[in-house]
Each structure stands twice: as C-alpha cells, then as structure tokens.
C-alpha cells in the first residue's frame, strides 16, 4: 500500500488523536479489509506526522482492541469480535458508517438490560442531588419541546441524569456509551415518528423515581425502549437513507 492510497485531509491541532480518529475510523469502513495494514513509516508519510505521533495512535487503537502491532510481526487488524465496543471512540466510528439496524437494535437490547434497572435503583437509593438532576434533565426536554433547548441534548440529560441517581458506579460506566449511541438512535427514530422525545413517557419515569417506585421506574423505563425497539423494527428499510 502507497502513502498516496491513505492521503486524507488535515488532522487537527492535535495529531495524535486526529490520526487516532482518521485510522480507527477508516478500519471500521474498511479501507484496510483485504490487504496488509501499512507500516509505521507508511503512515507517518501519507499523513505529514512524526513516528512518535503515529506510534501512539497505534498503541492506542491496539488497547481498544483493533490492532496488534508487535517486533518483527507488523501491524495486523484484529477481528470485530475483538474490539472494545465499550469504548465511546469505537462505538462512534461504528456509527459513522451507514446506520446498521441491527447495531441500534443491539443497544437498544443493552440499554433494556441497563437501564430499567438503573431508573429502579434510582427510585430507591437516589440522594436529592439526583432528583434534582433528573428534574433538570426533565426540565430541558419540557424547554426543548418548546423550541428553547435542543431536544437530543435534553433527552440525553435525562438517561444520563437517571444513571447517576442509581448511585451505582458500574451503571455509571455506560454513560459515554449511552451518550454516544442515544444521539444516534434518537436520530433515527425522530426522523421516523417526526417528533421530539415523548415527554409523557419520560415524565413517567420522573415521577416514579420521585415517588420512590421502583416497580413502576422500571416498568416506565423499559416502555421508553419498547416503543424506540418496536419504531426500529417496523423500519428497517430507512437504514440506508
């Protein structure tokens, strides 16, 4: 492979995660499928920057789980199986390419084992700092809903709000993963159904946790992600619009 076969625009201001970026998203579409991954040297010169820029990059997609890159053996992709779907980076470039209904059915499954469960202990265990947090996140999507916030924002703020108030710092892992993939998914969704986020269904979930519910925190929860489930799954043709 030629330094002219990975030619790409400037980088940004900082090169190493620009070059992270560029690489971790040209290997989820591809462009290295079929043939070797280039060397160091060969990266460096297609892309303008030092060894010492592109090797940390390389590291750096290698502990996300897409590379191995070891003496005497090369840089080699690593199979999709391996890659750390967790990570933020990695989900994002999944998602830059074309919208795959099985990836957002895929975590809108995750989000239906996270985060009914979260809305549930976050009815039980939630300090006043947490409702107080959800009762904002509630307070943006009621703004946005009349033009004076932005909805995907909002709506963000509220799951990530209920996450926190669970007080369970392994829930509080998914934030970025939630953060990541919900934009995406409301995007998806909100181009089908021509609306914001159902305001009645999230203030639901408001109420259930304020009344310290958490059968019906839970149960309000998981109706969010049944209904964004069910518009995917009746839609699958809009994929690659």
């Known amino acids: 492979m030629s330094s002219s076969d990975l030619a790409s625009p400037e980088l940004g201001r ?17 462009v290295f499928a079929g043939r070797p991954f280039p060397t160091e040297a060969d990266i460096s010169a297609a892309h303008g920057v030092s060894r010492s820029v592109t090797r940390e990059a390389i590291k750096m997609l290698a502990a996300k789980g897409m590379l191995s890159a070891r003496p005497r053996q090369g840089i080699t992709l690593r199979p999709e199986a391996d890659w750390n779907l967790l990570d933020p980076a990695v989900l994002g470039w999944l998602l830059q390419r074309k919208v795959s209904i099985d ?26 700092a947490g409702l107080a947090e959800i009762e904002r996140g509630f307070a943006r999507m009621v703004a946005a809903d009349g033009g004076r916030d932005d909805g995907l924002d909002a ?18 892992q998914f934030r970025e993963l939630v953060s990541t993939a919900l934009r995406t998914s409301i995007r998806f969704t909100n181009r089908i159904v021509g609306r914001s986020a159902d305001l009645e269904a999230h203030g639901a979930v408001r ?14 929860m998981a109706a969010i992600i ?8 009746g839609h699958t043709e809009l994929a690659a619009d």
């Open 14 to 30: 900082n090169l190493t995660f620009g070059l992270l970026d560029r690489l971790g998203s040209q290997i989820v579409t591809g």
């Open 207 to 220: 109420e259930a946790i304020g009344r310290r519910d958490p059968a019906a925190a839970r149960a309000a």
């Open 226 to 233: 049944g209904d964004v489930m069910e518009v995917i799954s």
């Open 155 to 172: 709506d963000i703020a509220f799951h990530l709000a209920v996450l926190r108030a669970s007080g369970n710092p392994f829930f509080m």
């Open 103 to 128: 990836l957002l059915v895929q975590f809108n499954q995750l989000r239906a084992a996270i985060e009914p469960a979260a809305a549930a202990l976050a009815a039980v265990s939630a300090s006043a």
